[in-house]
T-cell receptor, first 115, second 113 residues
Framework: GAVVSQHPSRVICKSGTSVKIECRSL??????MFWYRQFPKQSLMLMAT?????????EQGVEKDKFLINHASLTLSTLTVTSAHPEDSSFYICSARDPGGLEQYFGPGTRLTVT | AQSVTQLDSHVSVSEGTPVLLRCNYSSSYSPSLFWYVQHPNKGLQLLLKYTSAATLVKGINGFEAEFKKSETSFHLTKPSAHMSDAAEYFCVVRGGNNNDMRFGAGTRLTVKP
């Protein structure tokens, strides 16, 4: 089956710094990728939809200047959390849609801790 | 807009007894529905999916779900629970203009010995 990877799997950063999370589709090209956030003991909430070569579409309430998304190639999307604060600590999960548009595959997630 | 409601935040069963995790959906379109499982501190694993074919869907690890349009439901069942089934389960709907996936709040399944 199709594989989506994320890097890093865990990251700890200091408050006020920025951190970048990568999402890669390893064996297929994904024109559309999605970023989700999951707080402890809560569900996954869609943050934004990322389309290759165009600006991301953000869900209501998600600050686009804080969560920068870049989808520069068909196999890579990045999420940069800028000026991170402890309340940004969360589990960030990406997913990639296959070229046929019928399947969506999830990455293993990245646990961000902001101290 | 599409959404799912998981009717129970926590379900507790004894090992060897049946499991029922309830999910109702709301969608303006013909939806695709999924069940995912997430073990503690792990990623998501797809259990099964419904995409307008057979209404009774069989998944991995003995789970199955039945799509009932008249009841707008997609409940997950398993005849006999194992200790290893203890996890968080998410019902997910896909559809709408963007064809994105929306997650339910989750149901935590506890299996007692």
């Amino acid at each position: 089956g199709a594989v989506v990877s994320q890097h890093p799997s865990r990251v700890i950063c200091k408050s006020g710094t920025s951190v970048k999370i990568e999402c890669r589709s390893l064996d297929f090209q994904a024109t559309t990728m999605f970023w989700y956030r999951q707080f402890p003991k809560q569900s996954l909430m869609l943050m934004a939809t990322s389309n290759e070569g165009s600006k991301a579409t953000y869900e209501q309430g998600v600050e686009k200047d804080k969560f920068l998304i870049n989808h520069a190639s068909l196999t890579l999307s990045t999420l940069t959390v800028t000026s991170a604060h402890p309340e940004d600590s969360s589990f960030y999960i990406c997913s990639a849609r296959d070229p046929g548009g019928l399947e969506q595959y999830f990455g293993p997630g990245t646990r961000l801790t902001v101290t | 807009a599409q959404s799912v409601t998981q009717l129970d935040s926590h379900v507790s069963v004894s090992e060897g007894t049946p499991v029922l995790l309830r999910c109702n959906y709301s969608s303006s379109y013909s939806p695709s529905l999924f069940w995912y499982v997430q073990h503690p501190n792990k990623g998501l694993q797809l259990l099964l999916k419904y995409t307008s074919a057979a209404t009774l869907v069989k998944g991995i690890n003995g789970f199955e779900a039945e799509f009932k349009k008249s009841e707008t439901s997609f409940h997950l069942t398993k005849p006999s629970a194992h200790m290893s089934d203890a996890a968080e389960y998410f019902c997910v709907v896909r559809g709408g203009n963007n064809n994105d996936m929306r997650f339910g709040a989750g149901t935590r399944l506890t299996v007692k010995p």
